[in-house]
C-alpha cells in the first residue's frame, strides 16, 4: 500500500467513538498515519461533535457510501446488532474493519465475517483493546512461563453502577442488545481467560434476566487441566474490578481500573511484589525500570496502529477474527446454559414468577 495516510470511515458516532476513538484518531492523525475521511451516523444529533473534531471528513447516514475507492479503513463502532451485517458489507466492497466488542452476537454470525475477510484479502480486527495493555501481556507471559506453577483456580468480578453516557436505549432492549452485562464487559474478561488459560470444557451460568437483558451474572468454568474458576458481573452494584489467579507456587492480582500494576505473592514468602509496570530498557546491559508502561488511553493508541499497519500490510492483526470468535462462543455457550440466578428476598410466588419470565426470555 502506498505510504500516503490511511483513510479511515468511523461507522457510529456514539459514546465509544467520541470518547475512545477519537482520541486515539486524533493522535495517529497527528502523526500523518491516517486521516479521517468519513464519518457514518444516521442520528445528525449524534455526529455534530465528531464533526466539528474531524471538519474535513465526509458525512454519511449509512455505509452504502463507503467503498475502496473513498476508504481504506472503516472502524465499525454501531449498536452490536449492525456489527456483523456492517462489517460484511463493508469488507466485500473492499474496505478493511475494525471492530468494535461484541464481535457479532452469535458465531455462525463472526463466522460469516471472518469468511468475508478471506474472501475479499482485507484486514478484521476485533476492538479487544485489553488485549493491548501491558499488564495484560504480561500476565500472559506468567503463565505462559509457568511462574505460578499449576493453576488451581481464578476469581474475576466486575461492575459497578452503569454510568456510560450512552446514546441509545439498545444496551438495555432485549431485541437489540443481543445480551446484557455478560455481552458487553464480559466479553473482555472471557477473551482474556481464553487468551490466558485456553478454552474451558465446562460452562455453568446464571443470571437476573426476567424477560430483558440482565444486570448480574455469574459464570462458573471448568478446565481440561482440572482448575476452574468464576466471574461475576454487574451493571447495578459495585464490585472490585479484579482478576485474582492461584496456583500451586503462588498468585497474582491485576486490577482493571489500575491497568499498569501488577500483584504477585509466591508460596513460602511472608511478603507480596506490587508495583507499577514500567519498560524494560533497552540493551543487556542497562539495569532498573524504564517509562511507564502505556496506560488504558495509550494502548487504545496501540490498538489503532496495529490496525493501520496491518492496512498497510506492515503488520497481522494482534487480535484478528479468528482470535476473537473463541470469546464470541463462550458467550453464545452462556447464554444456552442460562439459569435464573437465586434471589432470596423474593417470597414463592414472586419467585415462580420469576422463573417464568426467565424462561420465556431464554426461549425467545
Not at 459514546?15 to 498515519?33: D, F, I, M, T
Not at 501481556?137 to 499449576?150: I, K, N, P, S, Y
Not at 466479553?187 to 485456553?198: E, K
Request: proline content about 6%.
Amino acid at each position: 500500500m502506498p505510504s500516503s495516510p490511511v483513510r479511515v470511515a468511523l461507522v457510529g458516532c456514539g459514546a465509544v467513538a467520541e470518547l475512545s476513538y477519537a482520541p486515539a484518531l486524533r493522535v495517529l492523525s497527528a502523526e500523518g498515519l491516517l486521516e479521517v475521511a468519513a464519518l457514518v451516523e444516521p442520528n445528525p444529533e449524534s455526529s455534530r461533535r465528531l464533526e466539528a473534531t474531524f471538519p474535513d471528513a465526509r458525512v454519511h447516514r449509512d455505509t452504502t457510501a463507503l467503498s475502496e475507492g473513498t476508504v481504506d479503513l472503516a472502524i465499525v463502532a454501531s449498536p452490536p446488532r449492525f456489527h456483523a451485517e456492517q462489517t460484511i458489507q463493508l469488507l466485500r466492497e473492499g474496505v478493511s474493519v475494525l471492530c468494535e466488542k461484541p464481535m457479532a452476537a452469535t458465531s455462525l454470525e463472526a463466522e460469516a465475517m471472518i469468511a468475508a475477510s478471506a474472501a475479499a484479502k482485507r484486514v478484521l480486527a476485533i476492538g479487544l483493546v485489553r488485549r493491548f495493555l501491558p499488564a495484560a501481556q504480561t500476565v500472559r507471559a506468567l503463565l505462559a512461563q509457568g511462574v505460578l506453577g499449576d493453576i488451581q483456580d481464578f476469581h474475576f468480578t466486575e461492575g459497578g453502577r452503569f454510568r456510560w453516557p450512552t446514546r441509545s436505549a439498545d444496551y438495555f432492549r432485549p431485541g437489540a442488545a443481543n445480551g446484557g452485562v455478560l455481552a458487553d464487559i464480559g466479553t473482555h474478561l472471557l477473551d482474556l481467560i481464553v487468551w490466558w488459560l485456553g478454552e474451558p470444557m465446562d460452562v455453568r451460568y446464571e443470571d437476573d434476566a426476567m424477560g430483558g437483558v440482565e444486570l448480574n451474572c455469574r459464570v462458573e468454568l471448568r478446565f481440561p487441566e482440572g482448575f476452574t474458576g468464576t466471574v461475576r458481573l454487574s451493571r447495578d452494584c459495585d464490585l472490585p474490578s479484579r482478576c485474582f489467579i492461584r496456583g500451586t507456587r503462588g498468585w497474582l492480582l491485576w486490577s482493571i481500573h489500575a491497568p499498569e500494576h501488577l500483584t504477585l505473592h509466591f508460596e513460602g514468602t511472608a511478603c507480596v511484589v506490587s508495583g507499577r509496570l514500567h519498560e524494560l530498557p533497552a540493551g543487556p546491559s542497562q539495569p532498573g525500570a524504564g517509562r511507564r508502561v502505556a496506560n488504558f488511553e495509550q494502548s487504545f493508541v496501540e490498538q489503532l496502529r496495529n490496525v493501520v499497519a496491518s492496512v498497510r500490510g506492515d503488520a497481522r492483526p494482534f487480535v484478528g477474527g479468528q482470535e476473537a470468535l473463541a470469546a464470541v462462543r463462550l458467550v453464545e455457550s452462556c447464554y444456552r446454559h442460562r439459569t435464573l440466578m437465586p434471589m432470596g428476598w423474593l417470597n414463592e410466588v414472586e419467585a415462580a414468577r420469576a422463573g417464568k419470565l426467565s424462561r420465556e426470555g431464554s426461549a425467545r
